[in-house]
């Protein structure tokens, strides 16, 4: 009898619907028989165990009759008992088997490597085999003498005339570390030594006139820490400074306006210049824009002003406060000025 089978295409569709309706039955079929052996009862009194507790069916099957209180705890602790010695054991067999199961895949495993070994250094192992023999002959011969220790092969290391500095090696980087980190604390000591260094810092009070003076403090001061050194010495002189703060004062050296948290030290290792003069020299013979050339390079520099920060901001518009500019440490000045233009 003739059938229309239609186009290919269709021809191929319906075999995969096919094939995946198979696929689902057998699925199906799969799960029905997981459920069953699930549901599966072996015995007529364990039939209703499902719903019941295991040890009060356990305690309900072992007790006939009237009991007293104390019969029935002690039964009950012995079937608890019972019931925990039960699981313990199956843990433990369970246990037991996966640790079977592992020793059992580690055992294939080294057979693996065995035969992958004894594919590739035969010969090794034969030359091995072969001074086993010898040496087990020789102890044979010489059994009264005492026995020699047993055959070591020899330990496979780097060729020592062969340059290796540029591969890694673990001791090479300890002692790198060890010569970095006590190189490291040795610089630490002599900056901190360097910075409990005592010097004279010589500076002028200014309130449109230079009132000099001088103070005794150590390099890792601050410039904050300082104009409080200031304030201090410096109260009972002047009376517009009896309720001032040090927030409120500025620090001026060689035309640059320092920040507060800037320490002297930090000045003094950096070798830090200004616009008219090095920073990081703190005493004053005489103005060098009056004795010399200002712009030659020179020790010799300005005594620092400290001033108040609101007659700055009156007078900034006024020479010399006009040449003012707070110190940025990223810029350079190439020359030394005295006026605003550089020659």
């Known amino acids: 009898m003739a059938q229309y089978k239609g186009a290919a295409s269709e021809g191929s569709r319906a075999m995969q619907l096919m094939k995946k309706r198979e696929k689902e039955a057998q699925e199906l079929e799969f799960r029905r028989k997981k459920i069953e052996d699930d549901l599966k009862i072996d015995k007529m009194e364990n039939k209703f165990a499902v719903h019941y507790d295991a040890i009060e069916a356990q305690l309900k099957s072992s007790t ?53 070994r004894a594919l590739s250094f035969l010969s090794n192992e034969a030359e091995d085999e072969d001074a086993e023999e010898t040496y087990s002959d020789t102890d044979t011969d010489h059994g009264d003498e005492k026995s020699c220790p047993p055959f070591k092969k020899a330990k496979i290391g780097k060729n020592p005339d062969v340059d290796t500095s540029f591969l890694p090696d673990r001791e090479r980087e300890e002692e790198e570390n060890h010569l970095r980190e006590i190189l490291r604390q040795e610089w630490v000591t002599a900056q901190e030594a360097l910075k409990n260094e005592e010097m004279e810092v010589t500076y002028s009070y200014w309130d449109g006139s230079g009132h000099r003076r001088t103070l005794k403090i150590n390099k890792g001061t601050t410039i904050y820490q300082f104009l409080q050194r200031c304030l201090e010495s410096l109260r009972n002189e002047f009376g517009e400074l009896r309720t001032v703060t040090a927030d409120q004062l500025m620090y001026v050296k060689e035309d640059l306006i320092l920040p507060q948290h800037y320490s002297f030290y930090d000045l003094i290792v950096t070798k830090a210049r200004g616009k008219s003069g090095p920073l990081f020299a703190f005493t004053a013979r005489d103005d060098i824009r009056i004795t010399s050339d200002a712009s030659r390079e020179k020790e010799d520099s300005h005594a620092g002003k400290v001033l108040l920060r609101n007659w700055y901001e009156r007078n900034k518009h006024i020479f010399p406060a006009s040449r003012w500019e707070p110190y940025d440490p990223n810029k350079t000045y190439s020359k030394y000025t005295v006026s605003d233009k550089v020659k």
């Open 64 to 116: 006939i009759g009237l009991v007293t209180l104390d019969e029935m705890r002690a039964k009950q602790d012995t079937v608890i008992k019972e019931r925990e010695k039960k699981i313990a054991q199956r843990k433990a067999e369970k246990e037991q088997k996966k640790q079977e199961e592992l020793e059992a895949k580690r055992a294939q495993k080294e057979l693996q490597m065995k035969q992958i």
